[in-house]
T-cell receptor, first 113, second 111 residues
């Protein structure tokens, strides 16, 4: 079974704090993704990575950065958290070939106060 | 740009069939997917269909694809209370790493 593990289910942070969200996958997938999910807006792509140290901006990268130092781990960083970054964050991974199925982690619900 | 649209809510009675609809705009997409999200959880893949297929059946789930109208549907037979969740359709753009998700349809199953 593919496993995508997000380090925290719930996080509460204060405005201005630096926040790290961690994601680890165990299937040797090349691609990893970070989405945020907000009611009525579906999933919006923040960043994705197709290889170690490689990253591409998604639709809403502002206020976020990412790090992929190892193939299995993809980190999302909020340099200075703001209240409008309160959201559900979902990590996903996939192979580049085949059916390109994305596998998701359980999500991290982040509240910025 | 590419867009995927779904209705927001659907309510059915237990034992009835549910049909969740989705329209998409990218005519070159290869795979289309249906995901289920239960409260407080991530997305779980239910099924997928390749764009050269019209139909795929997997136990209680039937996916129908109308490429001409760019319409995708998910039928759940004999809907159970455990099927209550949000259902997302998604497409993958050809030649990119990008997936486009709909806003999700919240299915409520009434006992």
């Amino acid at each position: 079974d593919v496993k995508v593990t997000q380090s925290s289910r719930y996080l509460v942070k204060r405005t201005g704090e630096k926040v790290f969200l961690e994601c680890v996958q165990d299937m040797d997938h090349e691609n990893m993704f970070w989405y945020r999910q907000d009611p009525g807006l579906g999933l919006r792509l923040i960043y994705f990575s197709y290889d170690v140290k490689m990253k591409e901006k998604g639709d809403i990268p502002e206020g976020y950065s990412v790090s992929r130092e190892k193939k299995e781990r993809f980190s999302l960083i909020l340099e200075s958290a703001s209240t409008n970054q309160t959201s559900m964050y979902l990590c996903a991974s996939s192979f580049s070939g085949g059916q390109n199925i994305q596998y998701f982690g359980a999500g991290t619900r982040l509240s910025v106060l | 740009g590419e867009d995927v649209e779904q209705s927001l809510f659907l309510s059915v009675r237990e034992g009835d069939s549910s049909v969740i609809n989705c329209t998409y705009t990218d005519s070159s997409s290869t795979y289309l997917y249906w995901y289920k999200q239960e409260p407080g959880a991530g997305l779980q893949l239910l099924t997928y269909i390749f764009s050269n297929m019209d139909m795929k059946q997997d136990q209680r789930l039937t996916v129908l694809l109308n490429k001409k109208d760019k319409h995708l549907s998910l039928r759940i037979a004999d809907t159970q209370t455990g099927d209550s969740a949000i259902y997302f359709c998604a497409e993958k753009e050809v030649g990119t790493y990008k997936y486009i998700f709909g806003t999700g349809t919240r299915l409520k199953v009434l006992a």
